[in-house]
């Protein structure tokens, strides 16, 4: 099956520095990587959407500046959260699609940031 | 507007059947997709249906009627593992995925 790697799984970061996320495909070639967030009992809210070597298509209400999506292989999409405060402690989950797989959307194992 | 609705939670004893249902209303369709979310984890793909009828994976099945904008997964001898949330989602006619609030479904012994 298809698999995507997230890393770190945790991070627990200081109020003003920024964290970088990091979302492989390992098994296909990723032509769209996708950043959701989930806040405790909530749905998943998409936040961009990124095609490999183009710019992240934001979704309304996501700050551009805030939220930096690299997509620059088809197995590899950065998310850097910068000048990180408490109200962006959540979980940060990547998916991918494309290649082999298709349509289908296969997710990473999340990101759970915790900014004190 | 798109929309999809699937209910909040559902409750099924241990062995037993349960069927999840799904409506959407969305700008175009490219498929269905279901994906089960344990808590705390990411979701996990279970199931794609672009045509209509019923597409058995083991346990798990799930059906399509796209005239009616429906679709359900039905879950068979339902085990204490099962308890997770279940998300619908479509895909409209820009490939989007429009996502469901998802079903939590709580098995009890």
């Known amino acids: 099956g298809a698999v995507v790697s997230q890393h770190p799984s945790w991070v627990i970061c200081k109020s003003g520095t920024s964290v970088k996320i990091e979302c492989r495909s390992l098994d296909f070639q990723a032509t769209t990587m996708f950043w959701y967030r989930q806040f405790p009992k909530q749905s998943l809210m998409l936040m961009a959407t990124?095609?490999?070597?183009?710019?992240?298509?934001?979704e309304q209400g996501v700050e551009k500046d805030k939220f930096l999506i690299n997509h620059a292989s088809l197995t590899l999409s950065t998310l850097t959260v910068t000048s990180a405060h408490p109200e962006d402690s959540s979980f940060y989950i990547c998916?991918?699609?494309?290649?082999?797989?298709?349509?289908?959307?296969?997710f990473g194992p999340g990101t759970r940031l915790l900014v004190l | 507007g798109q929309n999809i609705d699937q209910p909040t939670e559902m409750t099924a004893t241990e062995g037993a059947i349960v069927q999840i249902n799904c409506t959407y209303q969305t700008s175009g369709f490219n498929g269905l997709f279901w994906y089960q979310q344990h808590a705390g984890e990411a979701p996990t793909f279970l199931s794609y249906n672009v045509l209509d009828g019923l597409e058995e994976k083991g346990r798990f099945s799930s059906f399509l009627s796209r005239s009616k904008g429906y679709s359900y997964l039905l879950l068979k001898e339902l085990q204490m593992k099962d308890s997770a949330s279940y998300l619908c989602a479509v895909m409209d006619s820009n490939y989007q995925l429009i996502w469901g609030a998802g079903t939590k479904l709580i098995i009890k012994p």
């Open positions: 998916s991918a699609r494309g290649g082999s797989v298709g349509e289908t959307q296969y």
């Open positions: 990124s095609n490999e070597g183009s710019k992240a298509t934001y």
